[in-house]
Structure formats: C-alpha cells, structure tokens
C-alpha cells in the first residue's frame, strides 16, 4: 500500500464523513451487501481518477468489499477533500491527491495510478483514459474496460471512437437516466448553487443570473436560482434547447447581450471560450463569474487577465480582477468546478444513483468481453437502480397487467 496526501491525520475526520455520506446511499450501500457475499472483482485492478470525495469514497469501498484492488486520484486539482483521501489512505487504498495540485503533480498522480496496471478505469472527464492511449498504450492489452462520468468525458470518448482512437469499451455511466436526469440536474443546480454562496455570500434574489449551457446540467442550475429569487437569463447555441428554455419561462439572449445585464455568471456547456475577454469587460461592475464545467476552459482566463490590470483573492475561492476599463469582476475557484472546488460536490442522495450505476458498470466489464467503443448502461441496471431508489424512499409504483403489455407490444389493436 502506497499513498501521497496532505496529512495522514486527518483520517479520522475523513472517516466520519464518508460514514455521513454511506448513511444517505441506501442503494449503493445494497450493492455493497451484494458484492460481498458474491465478491464478483476478486483480485481486479481498478484505477480511478474521479473527485476525491466522501461519495466517491463510499464507492470505493464498495469495490473493495467486492474484491477489487483500487488505485485512486484526482480528476480536478481542486476537488480532493484532503480528510477524505487521507481515511481512504489509512484503509489500505492506493491514493495520490491533495487539495490544490499543480498541474503537474496533477498529471504525476495519475501516472502513479497507472503504475498499478489497472485492468478496470473509472473516469471523470477522461483524462486516465487518454493519457493511457497517449503514454501508456501498453496497459491496454489487459484492460477490460473503463467507466465515464461525466458530459465532458463522453464527448471526448466519443471523439476517440469516431476517429478509432478508442482502443477498448467503456461503459457511458454519464448518460444511464437515473444518472444524468438526477446527478447532472439536482445535484449540479443544488451544489453549484451553494458553491457561490458559500464562496461569497452573494444574495441571489432580484439578480441577474446567466446561465451559459441549457443542457441538463445548466436546467438544474437555471431552476434552483430561479427558486432563490433570481431572474435567470440563459444563453444557448442549440436552437431546440433555446427554445425549450424560452418555453421553460427563462429570457434567452446571446452571451454579447447577456454580458451587460448579468449580475451572476455560470457557465455549464462543455465547451471552450464561453466567457471571454470582451464579455468580461461589457460587465457590471461586481459582477460574479463562475463556471460548473468539468474543465476550466469555459472562462477564458488568459483573456480575462489580458484586460485587468491587477487581481487579488479577497475571499476564500474569490479572485478580485480590476479591469482596465476601471471596473471589477470576481472569479469563483479559479474558473474551476465552482461545485466542489467551493462547496462539498453533489448531495450524497443523488451520487448514491450514480456510483450504483459505477459499480454495476464495473462488474459488467469485468464479466463481459466487449470490443472497443462507447456502451450504453443496459437498461435493466438502470431500471433496477431506479426500482431500488424508489423502495429506499418507502415509494411504490404500478405494474403493467398481462394485457396492457400485449397491448402496447402489439399493433393490431387501434381504436
């Protein structure tokens, strides 16, 4: 057993908290009761590069407890809660993260993970598995297969594959319902959110609240500072979501007249150069910038530096720039995942949903041969994951009779 964390004795405290997130993860916690009494990863290697979190620490010991060995790190220099790694650390876990990695220590962590010859990858935005088909081609004959979390991972799987850079399956976890329809919606909407206020305190009602990105995460945040009080604005390039939006009762404008109305800015697209130096400087004075993207690419920084004539950070996660053009703006977390860089990540009621699809998905892999590509979560683990969700909340749905499954199954039958 080998670690790299900021300090060991926070182990305790890390240990209480992943006890708090287990206490309100009822389904993965039923896999785990599964995984050890059938132990289906007995001896797999499985290497992570996922958010450092009581959550994710809730999974890992779920593979654990069904045989696997895991190596973990970071998919974010920001996101590792050092308690947390430092109790994995002490449990036996193979962990390499801390709080505020340089890039390079970043990208030395997930090298670390590598030398452990995962035959299993579990992914936050792909970068373990790109920099295994990049500097370490040779894992991949042993690889069985890998997993992925996030919107941004999957359009870059799905980049690989249709260039046939992928060189072996991996499972989309991102796209099974009981994933995106919750993590991306409730869990971003609620966790962005509070990652602003906690990072400034910032009163929501009465302001104007860009939300760049109108996919299923920028609906969740859109939503809950609709419900804060805000006047949510939304800016969009996909016409069909612009529209649902207009429909959804929020004003929809381009990022050029946005800019000079907003009040508060998150970006949520996946994308490069959402804000960019000349939206940054049509803003108001004291306006808030924040992004909930995977990457830290949304907000353009090297622009933003470009018209400032000076920064300083006046709050935890809160940078000051002073623009030329005499105005200030305040960047949340370094234009990183505002989420878990300020805040705590998602709920553990809604990652419960998630790591449950991981955790299927990984013993899928493993007794299953499948030939290089992107998968879909099979339908009956997604069912399945819902149904026991559902039973945890002491709720019960109804069943289709004998003939009403003819009846929708057949077409012989009209008026």
Known sequence: ????????????????????AEDHMPVLMSIR????????????????????????????RTLRAGGAKVAITG???????????????????????????????????IKKVLEHKPQITVDDGADLIFMIHKEKPELIKDIKGGCEETTTGIIRLNAMEKDKALKYPVMAVNDADTKHLFDNRYGTGQSTLDGILRATSVLFAGKNFVVAGYGHCGRGVASDARGMGANVIIA?????????????????????????????????????????????????????????????????????????????????????????NGKSVYLLAEGRLVNLAAAEGHPSEVMDMSFANQALAVKYLNENKLAPGVYKIPKEVDERIARLKLATMGLKIDELSQRQKEYISSWDEGT
């Open 1 to 20: 057993m080998t670690y790299d964390v900021k300090d060991i004795k926070l182990a305790d405290e890390g240990a209480l908290k992943i006890e708090w």
């Open 33 to 60: 009761e599964e995984f050890a009494k059938e132990v289906p990863l007995k001896g797999v290697r499985v290497g992570f590069a996922l958010h450092v979190t009581k959550e994710t620490a809730a999974l890992v």
């Open 75 to 109: 998919c974010n220099p920001l996101s590792t809660q050092d308690d947390v790694a430092a109790a994995l650390a002490k449990e036996g876990v193979d962990v390499y993260a801390w709080r505020a990695e340089t890039r390079e220590e970043y990208y030395a962590n």
């Open 236 to 324: 969009e390039v996909n016409p069909v979501r612009a529209l649902e939006a207009v429909m959804d009762g929020f004003r929809v404008m381009p990022m050029d007249s946005a800019a000079e109305i907003g009040d508060i800015f998150v970006t949520v697209t996946g994308d490069i150069d959402i804000i960019r130096g000349k939206h940054v400087e049509k803003m108001k004075n004291g306006a808030v910038i924040a992004n909930s993207g995977h990457f830290n690419v949304e907000i353009n920084i090297s622009e933003l530096e470009g018209v400032s004539k000076g920064k300083k950070k006046i709050r935890e996660n809160v940078e000051k720039y002073a623009l030329k």
